[in-house]
């Protein structure tokens, strides 16, 4: 199992977000044939693409750190 982690990502703007990362799903993309990069890298884009969506970040956004 893949530990759940986070993003802190800021815009350009100086909006700052936190995004959720569960290792769930990375195991599921995984189990349906992904590699490890390519789980981790779906899923945070996922994650981003919602956050433009919801209006907590523009697309301009960068990652800060990781928890």
Known sequence: ???DYAM???DSAG???TLYITGA???DAIAAGATESQARESAES???ANAIAEG???DNAWIETYL
Do not use: C, D, P, T
């Open 1 to 3: 199992m893949f530990k």
């Open 8 to 10: 802190v990502m800021q």
């Open 15 to 17: 909006r700052i977000a």
């Open 25 to 27: 799903s990375i195991a």
């Open 46 to 48: 996922n994650a981003f």
């Open 56 to 58: 907590l970040l523009g």
